[in-house]
């Protein structure tokens, strides 16, 4: 549990913010833990400290937190994957391998079932995709105040602002969705011409000239709400599994036998969670997958 | 749970992620695993060949030995005729050497008789001889007389 004189709320509050370091401006009053208020006289870049300075900085600000854990675990899952494949040899595979060749083989499979085109991207954005994503999601496992205390400890400054799970951030998930909206407006333009492409938002549902207003408005919502789905629905699921994790958390200083259930409840949320984080990693990449078929469909008829 | 930079930032390391799997991971294993595929399916093949020579080869080893076994018998069907083909010889040739033998000792049994009788003859006409010198108390006169005696003798 946190530092004493910790409120719940502020409990729960301190852990649904991210490690922000963006630009003050120039005259903006911070507010110390001792409760002295300071003016900045100069546009200062810091690290936020409370949320409300987080906010205050607007977009040009970074969570350090879920770049640095979201690119630690992209560049674990390069590390492992390529070492896999250096060693890997067509005899009988072992270990590392088989575990790799397993993800790959299953991965492979679920996109020659809905991906029918040639696209050497495609298989392998899955895989990426898949793993990432199940690396960031299992990062929820991990008992929710160990790295967050760590990261205290280390930087000496026990108010710090720690989120390990990249996707419970909704920038790391719409990040990776825009990724995903921008190679499949590529795709399409690439495989029905900037012409096909627009006669598609223009002419469907209805293929009549004087409906062209009408279809282009609900072709463009159905366009951007795939992004947004895809990237809020990693998000949602993420975000309430942590809910639940620290509201978990919070029984262990209620008491002994609040905090011998808050292990049960842990423990088998943390079961089911495995499920949850598998399957999330899974529809991300079908999902993902599905999009860029629908990019490469050039002939559709409605 | 502002959106802010970060945004931008996982867009870009998405983009290099999946680029570094599409150049360096992906290509790697999927050539691993085809290697493999085609070394199972290259084994199986063996196998199923292996199996269809074995058959083969059960087949003509079955083939040989029954030919064999009739070559064995022809050849001790042969022997047998052979065998008793030699024995028929051995009997022709024993039953002549016989005649042979027989005849053999029939011509000196003739010649002995013979003999003799020359002998005998010789000697009666000597007996002859000597008994008609007896008879007649008088020496005869051999020269004048031989060729009656030896007349008389060669009647006999």
């Known amino acids: 549990m946190a530092s004493e004189g910790l409120t719940q709320t502020g409990y729960i509050q301190h852990h649904l913010q991210n490690m922000a370091y963006g630009k003050l401006p120039a005259g903006y009053v911070r507010v110390d833990a001792e409760g002295h208020q300071h003016v900045l006289e100069q546009a200062t870049w810091t690290l936020a400290h409370t949320s409300q300075e987080a906010a205050d900085m607007g977009f040009w600000a970074v969570h350090l937190d879920t770049l640095g854990w979201s690119i630690a675990l992209g560049a674990l899952f390069c590390f492992l994957f390529t070492r896999a494949a250096k060693r890997a040899t067509s005899g009988v595979p072992s270990g590392l391998q088989s575990f790799v060749e397993l993800v790959v083989e299953f991965v492979d499979g679920v996109v020659k079932d809905t991906f029918h085109h040639s696209n050497k991207l495609v298989a392998p954005m899955g895989l990426t995709i898949f793993m990432w994503v199940f690396m960031m999601n299992l990062m929820d496992l991990v008992p929710i105040d160990w790295l967050p205390l760590g990261a205290q400890v280390i930087s000496g400054d026990p108010h710090l602002f720690f989120k390990v799970v990249p996707t419970t951030d909704p920038n790391a998930t719409l990040g990776m969705a825009i990724g995903v909206f921008l190679l499949m407006i590529f795709f399409s333009i690439k495989n029905k011409g900037i012409g096909g492409f627009v006669k598609e938002l223009a002419l469907h549902p209805f293929n009549h000239p004087l409906m062209i207003p009408f279809n282009l408005f609900l072709e463009l919502v159905g366009l951007i709400a795939k992004p947004i789905s895809l990237g809020l629905r990693l998000f949602g699921n993420l975000y309430a599994g942590e809910m639940i994790f620290i509201l978990i958390a919070l029984l262990y200083s209620a008491g002994l036998i609040a905090g011998i259930g808050g292990g049960v409840l842990q423990l088998g949320w943390a079961i089911f969670h495995i499920l949850v984080i598998t399957l999330q990693a899974f529809v991300f990449m079908v999902l993902t997958t599905v999009y860029m078929a629908m990019a490469h469909d050039v002939d559709e008829s409605h | ?156």
């Open chain 2, 1 to 156: 749970m502002n959106i802010n930079l970060t945004l931008i930032g996982q867009t870009i390391s998405f983009f290099f992620f999946v680029w570094f799997c599409m150049k360096f991971v992906w290509p790697a294993l999927m050539a691993v695993m085809a290697e493999r595929e085609k070394k199972i399916a290259d084994g199986l093949e063996a196998a199923d060949r292996a199996d269809k020579d074995l058959e083969l080869a059960q087949k003509k080893a079955t083939q040989q030995m029954r030919q064999a076994k009739e070559e064995a018998a022809a050849i001790i069907e042969q022997a047998n005729k052979r065998a008793s083909q030699i024995v028929e010889e051995a009997k022709e040739q024993a039953v002549a050497e016989g005649k042979r033998l027989k005849a053999a000792a029939a011509a000196q049994i003739e010649q002995d008789v013979n003999r003799a009788k020359e002998e005998l003859r010789g000697k009666v006409a000597k007996l002859a001889l000597a008994g008609a010198e007896k008879i007649l108390g008088a020496t005869i006169d051999e020269a004048a007389n031989s060729d009656l005696v030896n007349q008389l003798a060669a009647d006999l």
